[in-house]
């Protein structure tokens, strides 16, 4: 029992430092802002984050890898219109989702991933690219319009309640019990470790590296495309417009979660812990009255704050790896 709690306790050291500062943040915020700490406002903040708790936790996998994609909030919009199209074809809601789901499972695995996976192409070039070539075809196809979807599954996912919850925070509890199983019990999940701690020694133990890098970007894609179902149903359209900073706010949550860019590190326990901080400081400042502008300069500094701590934490990861290989 005690050595269960040892390794329980040794595996959140990666987020212990935003866990601690969320915490007092959330009550510096209960104590100063009165309508923070009511039961209505937590309701509304975890359904307003839940989006980004979503694809944040399917770039956990990525940047695991030692990678990233910029390409999500452009897959998010693109699936959201396929979605909206195959509703007006006469598809009804459920098959239509599913299809939604393949069909943006597909993008990350076949497009990004192998170009990444299999041609070591730069994750950077390649979902850059993805994500202007995907704005491109998504306003073409849509015609710049939204769509108003005529069915009853976004709402489903995005705005009904169950058990007295809204759906989208049973969604979260549901993504992270599947993405904590899928890193600690899975072949996948310790290939993802391995190929982001070494490609070359992952390789040379028998590990098809190429297809663990495929399997990381279609996982992300199949995030941010539930998320967009989850985003329609909340407001109630397909829209073309790529959220740009959804990629740059997922990395953000993952970085700050302790899940490091060199890869091989972290987890989607630190990154849920990193959407949470996010969530509270966003919604303390809302309360608060701060512009959204000023909000979004809070975002970027908090990105900045996430490369920062894991550039200094990579710092002693180098040097004992120096000091060992002296050895």
Wanted: hydrophobic share 55%.
């Amino acid at each position: 029992m005690h050595s269960a709690l040892q390794r329980g306790w040794g595996a959140t050291r990666h987020f212990r430092p935003v866990l601690g500062v969320t915490v007092v943040l959330f009550v510096v915020l209960a104590i100063t802002q009165s309508g923070f700490a009511t039961w209505t406002n937590m309701q509304n903040m975890l359904t307003a984050i839940s989006v980004l708790w979503v694809v944040s936790l399917g770039m956990t996998f990525v940047v695991l890898t030692a990678g990233a994609d910029l390409s999500v909030g452009a897959i998010a919009a693109l699936t959201g219109i396929l979605f909206a199209k195959l509703i007006d074809a006469g598809l009804s809601g459920w098959p239509a989702l599913a299809v939604t789901l393949l069909f943006g499972l597909a993008i990350g695995f076949l497009i990004n991933g192998p170009l990444i996976g299999r041609l070591g192409l730069s994750f950077f070039v390649v979902t850059l690219a993805s994500m202007i070539a995907f704005t491109g075809v998504v306003n073409l196809w849509s015609g710049t319009e939204s769509f108003i979807v005529e069915s009853s599954v976004p709402a489903a996912l995005g705005i009904d309640t169950y058990a007295g919850l809204p759906a989208p925070i049973w969604i979260m509890i549901g993504t992270l019990v599947v993405a904590i199983y899928v890193q600690q019990w899975t072949f996948f999940g310790r290939h993802v470790y391995a190929v982001g701690g070494s490609l070359t020694a992952a390789r040379l133990s028998g590990i098809r590296t190429s297809w663990t890098i495929m399997g990381v970007y279609g996982v992300t894609a199949l995030c941010a495309t539930l998320g967009s179902i989850i985003s329609i149903g909340r407001i109630g359209v397909a829209a073309p417009t790529v959220d740009v900073n959804l990629p740059l706010q997922a990395i953000a949550a993952v970085l700050l979660g302790g899940t490091s860019l060199s890869g091989g590190t972290g987890g989607v326990g630190g990154t849920a812990i990193g959407v949470l901080f996010i969530g509270v400081l966003q919604n303390g400042l809302s309360i608060a009255g701060v512009q959204s502008f000023w909000q979004q300069v809070v975002t970027g500094l908090i990105l900045v704050l996430a490369v920062l701590i894991d550039q200094v934490g990579l710092r002693p990861r180098t040097i004992r790896a120096k000091l060992g290989a002296g050895g």
